[in-house]
């Protein structure tokens, strides 16, 4: 069975850094394409950051520079590392996965996680 578990939101200042993670069971994470996406109350779902098989990975506008996606194969978890947080970045965070490499759009992926708070807000 497979499953997501999100983990390491919190209430972070603007400026300041924090790493979320996922946790992936029931399937080998580096075999899938895999995303973070958000969602601000009131606003649709919106990708963040995406890594493909091979390890290439995509951002979006309003991320890149300041966002990481990264993976440990060995623990089968999946990182986003944000620094330079901005209160826009406030929202719920989701991971996904699909069987091959997704970018940003929701819609291509089958697999999501239940999500996890991330706050900026001095």
């Known amino acids: 069975q497979v499953q997501l578990v999100e983990s390491g939101g919190g209430l972070v200042q603007p400026g300041g850094s924090l790493r979320i993670s996922c946790a992936a069971s029931?399937?080998?994470?580096?075999?899938?394409?895999m995303g973070w996406f958000r969602q601000a109350p009131g606003k649709e779902r919106e990708g963040v950051a995406a890594?493909?098989?091979?390890?290439?990975?995509n951002y979006a506008g309003s991320v890149k520079g300041r966002f990481t996606i990264s993976r440990d194969n060995a623990k089968n978890t999946l990182y986003l590392q944000m620094n330079s947080l901005k209160p826009e970045d406030t929202a719920m965070y989701y991971c996904?996965?699909?069987?091959?490499?997704?970018?940003?759009?929701?819609?291509?992926?089958?697999?999501w996680g239940q999500g996890t708070q991330v706050t900026v807000s001095a």
């Open positions: 996904a996965a699909r069987p091959t490499f997704g970018g940003l759009t929701s819609t291509a992926y089958k697999f």
């Open positions: 029931g399937f080998t994470l580096s075999a899938m394409g």
């Open positions: 890594i493909g098989l091979s390890g290439v990975t």
